[in-house]
């Protein structure tokens, strides 16, 4: 097996997973050369860093990959380390690369850009991991552990998206909830790896590929939920069945599906959105509903 072979099989795999990631960003789309830069650097960044810190910690604790199966108490130490460790790391270079990024305009772009960054960590990893283990390792990666990093990086993802459009900023403060979950279900799917391999390979495969469906189904249903949380689509329209409804309405007048709107208003008087923070619409002037504190201004979403 060449290099060019290995190289060629891992940026297809990476592609399709972007491809679908980019399906979704659909009102604003975030610029592809970007998404792909940050992909780039958050992702060498993670990889390099992370890894580092993975070796430190089990070099200093003297735990050893070379046995079949780790005991418990180091399987749940590395797990548990390299959970945290690899989520932080991850989450510290998007938001270095994307916190001042002004085509970062609607929530659904943290998202975009947080699982852009673990999908270029754990594009870097399928090069090594392939290298070493050949091509039918990359294909069990990409249906379990590409899946856990992108379905890890959409729940801190959220606290980003949180931070620029609700808080105005203080992206670990807004996150650390969201990372704190997103570290354990990751050391949970490493756990399984570290502690029962060898003859319960398929029971440690079957439940790390189950952790992995149950995040790809969660970071899906996030995408489609923020594709209505843009400034840029219409606030009264159903995310369901398309109908249109009152600017004020919480539920669709046809199908009943909620369509509160999670990060704007809609003003009553011209249906433009506004942030939740806004005190009056930019378009028309009117004041909107008395709304907690002030935050990212919303004076560039005029339609």
Not at 142 to 163: M, N
């Amino acid at each position: 097996m060449t290099i060019a072979i290995v190289i060629v099989s891992v940026l297809v795999g990476s592609a399709i997973w972007l491809w679908l990631l980019m399906r979704f960003d659909k009102f604003e789309p975030e610029p592809l050369r970007l998404v792909l830069l940050i992909a780039l650097g958050a992702g060498l960044a993670g990889f390099f860093f992370a890894g580092l810190n993975n070796s430190i910690f089990h070099a200093f604790l003297g735990i050893s990959f070379l046995d079949d199966a780790m005991p418990l108490p180091e399987a749940l130490a590395s797990a548990l380390f390299v959970g945290i460790n690899e989520e932080l790391v991850k989450f510290s270079a998007t938001v270095l690369m994307v916190f001042k990024l002004r085509e970062m305009d609607e929530p659904i772009d943290a998202i975009i850009y947080a699982t852009a960054a673990a999908l270029g960590f754990a594009t870097f990893e399928n090069f090594a991991y392939t290298l070493e283990y050949g091509l039918p390792s990359l294909v069990i990666r990409l249906i379990t552990a590409v899946p856990l990093h992108l379905g890890t990086a959409a729940i801190w993802g959220l606290g980003i998206a949180k931070a620029r459009f609700i808080k105005g900023g203080g992206y670990f403060s807004a996150s650390w909830g969201y990372l704190a979950v997103a570290a354990v279900i990751h050391a949970a799917y490493d756990f399984f790896i570290f502690v029962i391999p060898g003859r319960y390979m398929l029971a440690s495969l079957g439940l790390s590929f189950a952790i992995a469906v149950a995040l790809i189904v969660f970071m899906l249903r996030r995408l489609k939920h923020l594709q209505r949380q843009s400034p840029f689509a219409p606030g009264n329209v159903c995310p369901r069945c398309d109908g249109i409804n009152a600017p004020d309405a919480r539920f669709c007048a046809a199908c009943g599906t909620a369509i509160v709107q999670e990060f704007f208003i809609v003003c009553e008087t011209c249906s433009v959105k506004a942030l939740k923070t806004d005190r009056f619409c930019a378009q028309c002037g009117a004041r909107l509903p008395a709304e907690r504190t002030h935050g990212y201004s919303s004076d560039r979403y005029v339609r």
